[in-house]
């Protein structure tokens, strides 16, 4: 949970900063914690930077992109984060301190940032040119990793014997139950989220050989990871096809490694941000977006 939370571009709206104003926040048997002084203190904190920060963003977001984002498409993600951790769900959120509305207004932040990191994208023939030669579609495999390179082979073995294509898979998910060191993917029998060329969670070398192969197969050598050795599972791979066929598919692909890439995305929220016209009225905190501003700047020269 806590990181696809990261992933959200440090969508922060759980916290709320208080006004200027003298109402009581708390009273102790010292005195009273005032709003204006809990505020003056948290101003000062880099917790309370980031929180004003997000806030403008949100606001100047959801100005110049809110029309591009519809309360059904945060729905959609929402329901698929809530179907990836089903009865856990709630206790998840609970844990990192949320609620299902404040877990929605982070997705539709997602959302907003993302609208604007595809409206200043290149998304030219020559930018999904580029991309489709790194491009590899969106497959599902079976792993089960070990710590030696024997233990691989004695695996691949094992699934040599198979027969059937039903047989083979059984038997794959039961050893990679008993046997696999990856104990998140074990508990599953060695399947994986689906993943594409996009991702940034498995090696090079996992994904090269995953993409290799052809659905329905697995790897008759065992593939060194830094996590070990790796046997690998073909459950979907409907093969690279041809470009024509894939252009949307490479334009949302430039957009998410955009929203990965903390320099660029930087750049973006520069941009955004000059657009939005914001003016800081505290003198305390008037180059709370310098960082983000200048970056805008640098780039536009």
């Not at 948290?42 to 519809?70: A, C, H, P, R």
């Not at 929402?78 to 856990?88: F, V």
């Not at 060329?197 to 197969?217: I, P, S, V």
């Not at 490694?257 to 305390?284: C, F, P, R, Y």
Request: proline share 1%; glycine share 6%.
């Amino acid at each position: 949970m806590k990181k696809w939370l990261v992933a959200l571009a440090g969508v922060l709206l759980t916290f709320t900063l208080a006004g200027c104003g003298s109402s009581t926040v708390a009273t102790t048997s010292g005195g009273k914690v005032t709003e204006s002084a809990y505020y003056d203190s948290l101003k000062k904190t880099s917790s309370g930077t980031s929180i004003l920060q997000q806030m403008i963003l949100n606001k100047v977001l959801e100005k110049q992109y809110g029309d591009d984002v519809s309360d059904k498409e945060v729905t959609k993600q929402y329901d698929t984060y809530k179907a990836q951790y089903g009865s856990s769900f709630s206790s998840v959120l609970s844990q990192n301190s949320m609620t299902k509305t404040s877990f929605k207004a982070e997705l539709r932040s997602n959302l907003l940032l993302k609208a604007a990191v595809k409206h200043y994208s290149d998304l030219s023939s020559t930018a999904v040119d580029k991309q489709w030669e790194e491009y590899q579609p969106t497959i599902t495999v079976q792993r089960i990793q070990v710590a030696s390179k024997s233990d691989a082979e004695k695996i691949i073995k094992q699934l040599d014997e198979q027969k059937t294509a039903k047989k083979l898979t059984d038997k794959f998910t039961a050893l990679a139950k008993s046997k696999s060191t990856d104990t998140t993917s074990a508990s599953t029998g060695g399947t994986l989220a689906a993943f594409n060329n996009t991702d940034t969670t498995l090696t090079a070398e996992f994904k090269k050989a995953a993409f290799d192969l052809k659905q329905g197969k697995y790897t008759t050598t065992p593939v060194k990871t830094t996590a070990g050795y790796d046997v690998i599972l073909s459950v979907k791979n409907a093969g690279k096809g041809k470009k024509a066929d894939h252009i949307s598919d490479l334009k949302e692909q430039i957009v998410t490694e955009t929203m990965a890439d903390s320099t660029k995305l930087q750049k973006i929220v520069g941009k955004v941000l000059k657009k939005g016209n914001v003016s800081i009225k505290d003198d305390d905190l008037k180059d709370v977006l310098s960082s983000y501003l200048s970056s805008s700047s640098s780039s536009s020269k």
